[in-house]
Every structure is written in C-alpha cells, then in structure tokens.
C-alpha cells in the first residue's frame, strides 16, 4: 500500500533534489529541490567532525556552520533551508578545517577557490544559457608595463564578433569584488549569459566586456593590499591592449567602467578621474558616501554639477536593501541628488552577493551606449 | 656572530625558495628551490594529521602521503624532495580527508578540482609564457544535438587571427585523460604558451587548437564511462560547430586530431574511423596494442597499408619509458611497423604525466600541416 502524499505532514520533503548546476559534471551533490532546501554530501570516514561553512556575513545559505551527520559508511550529509536563490560560496570543514568539497566546481572567492551553489529562481531567467547566438570569452594573455608581469584578461565579445570583421564595438571594463578574480564575472556571475540574451532581445547594445584581475602591484611593490597599481594598469596597460587587440570603438562614448563592491569603488576611483576616456560609470553594491565631500571627493569632479552632467552619460549607483553597505550607497545618492550630479539609483531587496550584482548588471547593460559615438 | 654558510653540512637547504608558478596569485606556499625540493604550508590548528597526497600512482612528488609537521600555531609543513620537474596533482590529506591546499589554484583531475604544483625545468622554456605575439583562448559554448546539452569548446587561436580577418587556419584537435576536462590541455598543459613559443619561432604553422571534454553520454543515457558519445559529438556537433564560428581550414590535410591517455584512445578510435576529415592522428601516452590485430583493429584501417599510407599523412605515437603504458605503446609501434603502416614512434624519458604530454605537443606540433591544403 502506498502512503497518500496528501496526508504526509512533510510533502514538501518529498520534492525532486536535482544537482545544483554549479557541480562538477555528473556529481548529484550538492543537490537543490523546488523549495530551495539544498542537500550536501561528502565522503570523509576518518573525519570527526564536517560541517557545512556558507563563507562570509552575507551569505544567502545563511549563518552556519551546520553540521553533517554522518552515515556508517562514513558519508556524512546535511539538508539545509530553504536558502535564498543565486549563487553562494561555501566551504566544508574537516575537522574545523576549510576544505572544497569534491562535488562542486570551484569558484575563485575569498582569496582562495572555494565551493559554491548556484540555487535556481524560477521566476529568472536572464542569467541562463538559451537558445540564443553566444559570445565568446576569450582568455587574453598580456605583458603589462606596470607590473612586469604577465596578465590576461577574459574578454567576451559579443555573437556575431567573429564574422564581422568589419564592425568595432564599444567596450565595457567589469571588474569583480575584493578576494575573487577575472573569472568571477563568468563563472559566478554568468556575465556572458546576461549580455547574450540582453543583445539577443535587443535590449542592450552589442559590446565588448572586459574582465581583468583587479589587484595589480607596481614592480618590486610589497606592501598594501595589492591594488595601488590598478588605476595604473587599467589607463596604461589595458585599455591600449584592447584597443590594439580587439575591434572596439575609442572614443569616451564607447567606453564605460563598473564593478562590484571593491570594483565599484575602483570603477568610480577610475572611471570619474578619467572622464576623457569614460562617459558610463556603474557602482555595484560599492563603498558608499562615507566623508563625501562635494567639493573634493573624487578629484572634486562633482563641485560643477553642470559640468558633470554635461560629460557623464550615465553613472549608475545600486545596492541591495540587505546589504551592511546599503545605507552608504543611499546616502551617496542622496548627496550626488544634493549635488545635482544626474545619476540613476538602483535599490532592490537583496544582500551583497552574486543574485544582486547579476540583476545589477542586467539593469545597468541596456542603459549603456545610447548615445552617437565620438 | 653569523654562522658561515660555506660550513653548514645542508647548504643546499639554503637554496632561495620560491612561490610555485600554479600557487594562487600571492601565496608564499607551495614553493620551489633549485633543487626541486618543495615547502608545503597550510593553517590547520584543530586538524590531527595533515599530509600531502601525490594523486595517482604515477606522481612525480613521490609516493606519498608525505606527513606534515604541526608548529604551536596551528601550522603544519613539510618539505619533500628533490621531485621530478613539471605538473604534479596533489591533494592535502586533513585527518584522512583528500582536500585543496588554499595556496594552490584548482586544476580539474581525478574527477574533480585538485591543487597542483608546476615546479619548472631551468633546461626547458619551451612551454613558459616569453615576449613573443599570444594566441587568446577562447570559451566558446554551443549546444549538443547529440547530448542535449549546452557544452564548451576551449579554442586557441594563433596570434594575428583577430587581425588578418581573410586567413583561414588548419585546426588541430587535442583530448585530455580521464577524469580531466576540457581545461586540462591550457591549465596544466600550457598548450597555449607552446604553440605561441612555436609559431614564434616559424616551427609550426599557425593553427587553431580546439579542446574539449572527453566526456559526453547521449540525451538519458545513464550507464558507462560517460564518454561513449564523444566520437558522435565531435563529427556531428564539434567539428561543424568550430567550422562555422571560426574561419578554419576543411579539408581533411588540414584537420588534426590528438590526445593523452584517454584522449590519445579517442584521438585513434575518431581519426582512424574518418580519414575523409583527418590527415593527422597523435596518441600521447595512450592505450597501446592490447589484442592489435592488422586486419580487424581499428576498423581494418591497417590491412591495406598503402592505402592507409596515402591517406595518412601524420600518425604520431609516443610514451614515456617510465610510463606503466610503454610497453603497450612500443608494442603497438611495432605492429605498426610490421604492417608496413607509417608512422612516428618518439620515445622519451618520463611517466604518465604532463611533463611528457608538453613535450609530446612540442614535438608533434612541428609535423602538422606539412602538406599543401586540398
């Protein structure tokens, strides 16, 4: 006889676990169900004790860590949630040591690769690979001047790029967050995925998106957080490489600068003192007003608003409402309103992770590039 | 007072050590002297045992597990050596758990994202990246008819492919092994620096280098290895999708396909079965000449060895002596042999590892795309 579902006071439970999509292929775990409960298996018998470790305060798997039970045979596992959609960092603790559990990919974050869910929300869908025409994303090796090293670059460029040949595109500069990489924009934030079907529904220009590392020391530089250089490689290094490399448009109406949190900051440190070569400018969940000052924060660029507006064609500010940061990023629209800088802001639910700043850049694309080129 | 360092009897561990080029961006550890030993570090202090696994039987770190030493903080390390140059998976042993040394990147092997350790050869650059033009690595995703999926190609283009927008490319195809994937080939293979060095020096023709993951199991297909679609895969989805979205040479002179290990396998198994698209065969390290039979193996391509003389114009087998397959591959060389069928056999010191599949590139490369286009 079989149990009528109707009457199980946990149907939810019973809900297909499929593989999270962020696994390495044809691992079942970590698996998601409908209902966002996430299940993680690992395989440790001569473990103590494993645990389940969402990295960070802010983190959509919650606070953790959570325990794994284990199983005679020595697989430990753990359900937990339901957990909010998008894209998660996490760890596994062995014995309170922060390992990579074998069933995900790894995702260049907290310094380090670590693990990562990626848990569906049906109702979006513009991060997803359709059939649509694709970009590539091309790995793009360079010496730079500033560092002495080599560097490379994940540059996509959009369906259509390679047969073309005769068309040049404008260029956006997307840079990631403190700790993560060059790759974070496609590997956790689908970045490729987003402008293929903003270009494919005509909603967002075709562009080339450029991705590099946003740390960068001067040579024989030690010391510091790691990067002092950036500004410098960016103006002196990157953007003449892909000029020289890539079929861009040059002009400052064809280029444009953003980024999340660290890269916010450094989007508007670059971007604002540099407007003879930007003219679009996005903050992602970035540093806010703290000891804004009209008259001398960013250079002073926003003392005349008329000039500034004459100049800029978009700077775009969004945060998350549950983000530590949300209230700087409010009060910076506020004062740059104050100022009279024109300026969209952007504020949506959501906490300082990859969900937010996907949904960012999908509402910052289409507004980028309208104007005629220079 | 100094201690003279021309007294101390372990002068030569006084040798300067230095970051491992696959270390992550920063990370002091693992490093490397000239000695090729190696310093292994990680923070652990509520582990009871870490060690340092070499995966896989044919290591060039040694045997293993290498025990780890706890310092009063909670720091283990340990310094094995001198090891063998080149590309070595490891994984650190925490409490009997394989997991990722944070320092180390993460390369797909084994099935999963293992640490890894370049330690270099001061007699070998040929795979280093040097001051020559790069050739950019592209992600290019595309959909399987034969899978259902949605699947990525990593496409090396040779340098000058962005500019010279009439050149066409004859295109070489290069398989992984088992448990790698389709990054395999330019993260621990550098397969992208050695065609840059080779090209640059007019020792190859410029080419196009497509590699993608050996793995592919036809829409609900459950069971097996999970590569038995791959033949299909390539000929109907891969070969026609490369053709259309870069601007490659199609005759059969000008397609090559190769491999290590498993892909070396299926590098024979696809070439020889369609010599109306290739020209150019290479196994690296591959199965050997377990049951060879002239007149049925391989589809009875080699009964008729004029034939297949005339067609083929590059078949290319090579192994290292220290390899557990030699024996097979110097078996299969010789029934080549005397089946009158021409080929190359390049035998060489060196395992089953990617120290020989580099060189065995670096070698091969050079023969390809000899004749005149058809």
């Known amino acids: 006889m079989r149990f009528p579902l109707i009457l199980c006071a946990c149907a939810a439970s019973l ?6 999509s962020s696994n390495v292929r044809g691992n079942a775990f970590p698996s998601v169900d409908s209902a966002r409960r ?3 298996h690992i395989k440790a018998p001569t473990a103590q004790k494993v645990q389940v470790m969402p990295v960070g305060g802010s983190n959509g798997l919650g606070k953790g860590p959570f325990d794994m039970t284990r199983s005679e045979d020595g697989l430990w596992s753990t359900t937990i949630g339901p957990v909010q959609p998008g894209f998660h960092y996490y760890w596994l603790l062995i014995d309170g040591v922060p390992a990579n559990d074998p069933g995900s990919e790894t995702y260049f974050g907290w310094a380090r690769q670590s693990s990562g869910i990626d848990v569906p929300d049906p109702t979006l ?8 025409p694709h970009g590539d994303v091309s790995i793009h090796w360079y010496r730079s001047q500033v560092t002495g090293k080599m560097r490379r670059a994940y540059v996509y460029t959009p369906p259509g790029y390679g047969a073309n040949t005769q068309a040049r595109y404008p260029v956006l500069y997307l840079q990631h967050g ?7 924009w496609t590997a956790q934030g689908r970045a490729n995925f987003i402008l293929d079907n903003l270009i494919a529904e005509g909603a967002a220009k075709p562009m080339i998106v450029v991705m590099e590392n946003g740390y960068a020391s001067r040579r024989d530089e030690t010391s510091g957080r790691g990067n002092e250089a950036f500004p410098d490689l960016v103006m002196q290094d990157l953007i003449p490489e892909i000029d020289k490399a890539f079929r861009t448009r040059t002009g400052r109406l ?8 660290m890269g916010g900051g450094q989007a508007m440190q670059i971007g604002l003192a540099n407007l003879d070569r930007f003219a679009g400018i996005g903050s992602f969940s970035g540093a806010g007003a703290r000891n804004f000052d009209r008259q001398t924060s960013f250079g002073g660029v926003f003392k005349d608003a008329a000039g500034f507006n004459g100049k800029v064609k978009l700077l775009w500010i969004g945060c998350g409402r549950e983000d530590g940061l949300f209230a700087g990023s409010a009060a910076l629209h506020k004062a740059l309103e104050e100022a009279g ?3 969209v802001w952007y504020e949506s639910p959501g906490l300082h992770d990859w969900q937010v700043w996907r949904n960012h850049l999908h509402e910052f694309a289409p507004l980028l590039f309208q104007g005629k080129s220079e």
Request: proline share 6%; net charge negative.
């Open 38 to 40: 996430v299940i993680f």
């Open 341 to 343: 800088a024109r300026h």
């Open 15 to 20: 809900a297909a676990q499929s593989p999270a």
């Open 125 to 132: 869908t513009f991060y997803e690979p359709k059939d649509v």
């Open 178 to 184: 403190a700790g993560e990489s060059e790759r974070g």
């Open 254 to 261: 064809d280029r444009a600068i953003a980024g999340l949190s």
